[in-house]
């Protein structure tokens, strides 16, 4: 399998809420401690990237974030309005047709479109040249949406490519396709915690990725994988039924143990369900503490 530091663009997704943003900036992380120049493109309107390199805001415009990684948030309409300046190559018939309101909320109309912007425009800087012919960043991360969201976004270049007239858009629509489906050059990184709503969703995902859209998955990370106090036996023996009271000594000690039994049995659990799908796995350890650290953020990139 095609290492991920080899491959040009990598779609990260997965339940909200279950890391991803944090996985792409330690998977950067990591890809630019092997010299790799990485850029990391942010969807969504709420940007959390910026706390994790303690930069400024990350906007529109492509900022470094630390060394060799670059990042940038990529919004719908300007995405759109991008690549319209691209394919037109004129300022006043893009100013023409960009300008006008019916025009606009024709735009907003057209199922996929503002999603296709985004994914394209994250695509665009995977193959993006510089002027000496070689490529401008060696891996894209697309921090991409949450599961229904993000699998939306992936189906729209396939829908392009199945029912648009040829043209510039299904040009490259065809180009982004490929690359995607190609797993020497593509792959799609699922997040999820050790826990039952994300683990269903990540099953539901993956069937997703496999089955409708044949898209390689490139590594499954289980974030936030708490370390194991106890033996299988010591959490039958904790999780056994006894009547816990606040005022008999011992007792709160004793319920904080059980309360810890059940989360380990629930993590057990789900490892051993995500162990059944056929895929490159990581666990990621439970940060303790500022998650949004420098330190926090070396020790996860070391696990990559």
Not at 66 to 78: G, T
Not at 128 to 143: A, H, T, W, Y
């Amino acid at each position: 399998m095609t290492p991920l530091d080899q491959r040009r663009f990598l779609f990260v997704t997965g339940k909200g809420g279950v890391g991803k943003t944090t996985v792409s900036a330690a998977l950067a992380t990591a890809l630019a401690g092997r010299n790799k120049r990485v850029l990391i493109a942010l969807s969504g309107a709420h940007e959390r990237l910026s706390a994790l390199f303690g930069v400024a805001p990350i906007g529109s415009t492509i900022v470094e974030v630390a060394p060799r990684v670059s990042a940038v948030h990529i919004s719908a309409e300007p995405a759109l309005r991008e690549y319209g300046a691209m394919i037109l190559r004129s300022q006043t018939v893009f100013d023409a047709v960009f300008g006008n309101k019916y025009v606009k909320s024709f735009f907003r109309g057209v199922p996929g479109l503002y999603d296709w912007a985004v994914l394209g425009k994250a695509w665009y800087h995977a193959v993006e040249k510089l002027p000496d012919g070689s490529p401008r960043f060696d891996v894209v991360l697309f921090d991409a949406p949450a599961t229904g969201h993000g699998l939306d976004m992936l189906r729209v270049p396939k829908v392009i490519v199945d029912i648009v007239p040829p043209g510039i858009l299904r040009r490259d629509a065809e180009r982004a396709w490929s690359m995607f489906k190609d797993p020497a050059r593509s792959g799609v990184v699922v997040v999820t915690l050790p826990e039952d709503m994300p683990v269903n969703e990540t099953f539901e995902l993956v069937e997703a990725l496999r089955g409708e859209l044949d898209l390689p998955l490139a590594l499954l990370v289980v974030n936030a994988v708490w370390p194991e106090l106890f033996s299988p036996d010591e959490r039958h023996a904790l999780l056994m039924d006894r009547d816990l009271r606040r005022d008999v000594a011992g007792d709160e000690a004793l319920a904080a143990g059980v309360r810890r039994a059940i989360r380990e049995r629930v993590q057990a659990e789900s490892l051993a369900r995500l162990a059944s799908i056929d895929a490159p796995k990581l666990r990621l350890p439970m940060v303790w503490g500022d998650a949004s650290s420098p330190e926090a953020l070396a020790e996860l990139a070391a696990k990559f």
